[in-house]
């Protein structure tokens, strides 16, 4: 009895590493993969493959970090993707990276990648930079940044960054997805369509329904 004890956990514990194993983007099984528009055949995890004889060094290259964002918004900040939409050499390498500007005071709001961690370099002013741990503890692990400074998130933690100067700011991130997925926290309670019903949000957040209906006012303002 005893064996088959040991016998159902050591499956158990390998199954479990299995799929911890290949809880991230799959590896590719060719020297490259580059992403294939082809939505029409159907729906894939991740994207066709391009014909090999096709590609191009094009087809590894992207120019849209160059310059800077427009950070004339409500929270003074931009941020400018490298995904695998606009690099499609990026498909199965489990790899993207973005550019981030802030305005004096800018902060890229606190949000969430379902799909990736992050690794975050200050390249230009100074950040706050945090993430807050699950349930219960709910933890603030939080530094400031200067030039040079990096600071990580892991996956699927609710972070954030602020631009503490009165000069504008940039950073660079890479994350672990070619395509990490984004769940900014605010925008996706207030800004939901439809709407999430006020009283939900009321008794989640402890407050009246006038003050649900005025946020909510705000971000369906932004969305429409």
């Given at each position: 009895m005893a064996n088959n004890h040991y016998i159902t956990f050591t499956i158990a514990i390998l199954a479990l590493a299995s799929s911890v194993a290949y809880a991230s983007d799959p590896d590719p099984l060719q020297d490259f993969c580059v992403a294939l528009d082809e939505s029409k055949a159907g729906f894939v995890n991740g994207n066709f493959c391009k014909d090999?004889?096709?590609?191009?060094?094009?087809?590894?290259?992207?120019?849209?970090?160059?310059?800077?964002?427009?950070?004339?918004?409500?929270?003074?900040?931009?941020?400018?993707?490298?995904?695998?939409?606009?690099?499609?050499?990026?498909?199965?390498?489990?790899i993207s990276i973005v550019r981030i500007d802030f305005a004096p005071n800018g902060l890229n709001a606190p949000h969430s990648h379902p799909r990736a961690a992050e690794v975050l370099t200050c390249l230009e002013g100074t950040l706050y930079a945090g993430f807050i741990s699950t349930n219960p503890q709910h933890r603030l692990f939080a530094k400031i940044l200067h030039e040079g400074d990096v600071f990580v998130f892991p996956r699927g933690l609710i972070h954030f960054q602020l631009n503490l100067g009165k000069t504008k700011a940039r950073a660079m991130a890479a994350l672990s997805s070619q395509n990490p997925g984004i769940i900014t926290i605010a925008n996706t309670i207030f800004g939901s369509n439809p709407p999430v019903p006020t009283e939900v949000l009321s008794k989640a957040f402890q407050v009246d329904k006038w003050v649900i209906d005025h946020i909510e006012k705000q971000f369906q303002s932004e969305n429409n």
């Open positions: 090999p004889l096709l590609v191009t060094a094009d087809d590894f290259f992207y120019s849209g970090l160059r310059n800077a964002g427009n950070t004339s918004n409500p929270v003074g900040s931009l941020v400018t993707p490298a995904f695998v939409a606009e690099l499609p050499g990026l498909n199965t390498l489990g």
